[in-house]
């Protein structure tokens, strides 16, 4: 998405990692005195994820989503290679083309993001893109008679559209819905491709990495829409805060709670986000969803953490957040 690039964050831990010995490690300097609770961290990232979108939102009046999109790859490129800085010439053939695929899979996800937002309210839209991750994490486990948890949030999401009627700006807009849904397809095709990264790199290197490669594709058509416009100090100051809040932090915040939560436990508290996305729209945006629309969302929060609650615990797929 970043998150919204929500991106995902060690995606090494996202399905099925590899048993690994433990063994007893000496705390880090940075991991050392008092840590936040891992429960609050990620309810920070979220937090910080939904602000990053709310900010977009802002920017749209002025450039559009393909704009807006287009400043928060490239800018969080920037800042992420700075961060992570990957030594790329010491990546192997089938690293760079996992890296390629990342980034292609992030650059459509966040494009077709910031397109569904632009259209239907924040909530909304994060509640249809989450049904992609909640399909692949329900394929993954390989029981099939988990497939309930999939007609609940497809029920959820058809309650969350008849809701509609009568709020905001009354039926969700048909282009706003498909936006939502191709985002997510890829946001699926993000987790996938970025599992396959972190069996060879386990860090942010390849995620910064697929950010650049995203922002590749993306900034040339934010250019095209908004030219100098991008260059606005105001339009580039809601622009980097918004790479920040949508990246930078959520990345902080995960890889620190992950050291220390079970998986379990985050995909459970990551199903909250529809939920979260649409009282942020509520609070920030007075994009106010009505009653059955609400009910809508929490269906689709239920299906996922049902379906995480279910799976075998060592089968549990970590649900990343998205944009």
């Known amino acids: 998405m970043i998150s919204h690039l929500g991106w995902g964050r060690d995606a090494a831990r996202w399905y099925r990692p590899k048993p690994v010995a433990r063994t007893a490690r000496t705390p880090s300097p940075a991991s050392s005195g008092l840590q936040p609770p891992p429960v609050l961290l990620v309810l920070g990232s979220m937090l910080s994820l939904q602000f990053g979108a709310a900010i977009a939102t802002e920017l749209f009046d002025d450039i559009g989503p393909s704009g807006a999109s287009a400043l928060r790859l490239g800018l969080a490129a920037v800042v992420l290679l700075a961060w992570a800085r990957p030594d790329v010439r010491s990546w192997t053939a089938r690293h760079r ?7 292609l899979s992030m650059a459509v996800m966040n494009f077709a993001f910031y397109e569904a937002v632009s259209r239907i309210p924040l909530g909304a839209a ?4 989450f049904l992609g991750p909640l399909g692949l994490a329900v394929a993954l486990t ?15 999401v058809a309650i969350l559209g008849l809701g509609q009627h009568g709020s905001v700006e009354g039926a969700l807009d048909p282009v706003g819905v498909v936006a939502a849904l191709v985002a997510a397809v890829f946001w699926a095709a993000y987790i996938w491709t970025g599992s396959r990264l972190a069996t060879t ?28 416009e991008l260059l606005d100090p105001r339009v580039l100051g809601l622009g980097l805060a918004m790479a920040v809040l949508a990246s930078v932090v959520p990345y902080s915040f995960e890889l620190r709670a992950l050291e220390r939560m079970a998986k379990r436990t985050f995909s459970i508290l990551v199903a909250l986000e529809p939920a979260i996305g649409a009282l942020v729209g509520a609070v920030l945006l007075d994009q106010h969803l009505g009653a059955l629309s609400w009910l809508g969302v929490a269906m689709v929060v239920a299906a996922g953490i049902g379906a995480t609650a279910t799976a075998p615990a060592d089968q549990a797929p970590l649900l990343p957040e998205s944009n």
Request: with cysteine; proline share 4%; glycine share 12%.
């Open 126 to 129: 994060i509640t249809i893109e």
């Open 142 to 156: 390989r029981r099939w008679r988990e497939l309930v948890f999939v007609a609940l949030a497809l029920a959820g």
């Open 201 to 228: 790199d386990p860090g942010i290197g390849g995620l910064a990495a697929a950010c650049a490669v995203a922002a590749v594709v993306v900034v040339p058509i934010g250019v095209a829409s908004s030219g100098s």
């Open 97 to 103: 083309r996992s890296v390629v695929l990342l980034g």
